[in-house]
């Protein structure tokens, strides 16, 4: 009897913060959901939530000249999929998670803001969203519900 090769249900990533170890961390990671035979969309919706959370770990979390480290750990359940981002560099504001309210978007193409959509597209697209720092470390944990195969 030939027993089928199944990726494993969770996979633990761990590279130095920069743009292109997000992307390096993102195509791994779409390769593990796709090896899971996911759907095409929650695979985008996967990466499209990890790539916003990814970069503000880059960009705001460690200073330009002193990249730290990022930890990825993916776990995949029969309904769920969590990921959990840990870095140990510079907390959340007030150890709380952005609101996401979306910026006005109602405006002239050129007065529109370079930035403010992504914890907006990180709430709407997550099922369950949770913050908190431990001994140094910041752990986000992003929770989306799997369609059933």
Same mark, same amino acid.
């Given at each position: 009897m ?9 996979l ?5 913060a ?7 961390? $993102? ?5 593990? #959901?796709?090896?899971?035979a +996911? *759907? /095409?969309? =929650? ?15 880059v ?17 995949h359940?029969?309904t769920?999929?969590?990921?959990? $981002? ?5 907390? #959340?504001?007030?150890?709380? +998670? *952005? /609101?996401? =309210? ?38 986000l ?9």
């Amino acid at each position: 009897m030939v027993i089928p090769d199944t990726p494993p249900q969770h996979l633990d990533l761990t590279t130095v913060a920069s743009d292109l170890a997000v992307r390096d961390l $993102l195509t791994r990671t779409r390769d593990w #959901l796709r090896a899971h035979a +996911l *759907p /095409d969309e =929650t695979c985008g919706t996967v990466e499209l939530v990890l790539a916003e959370a990814l970069n503000n770990i880059v960009e705001h979390a460690y200073p330009p000249d002193a990249p730290g480290a990022i930890r990825l750990a993916l776990q995949h359940g029969p309904t769920h999929l969590v990921c959990i $981002l840990s870095d140990h560099g510079t907390a #959340l504001p007030g150890g709380v +998670l *952005p /609101d996401g =309210t979306l910026p006005d978007h109602d405006v002239a193409r050129d007065a529109l803001p370079e930035g403010g959509f992504g914890w907006f597209l990180i709430r709407d697209l997550t099922d369950r969203l949770d913050y908190r720092r431990d001994a140094g470390w910041s752990h986000l944990t992003l929770e989306f519900h799997l369609p059933a195969l």
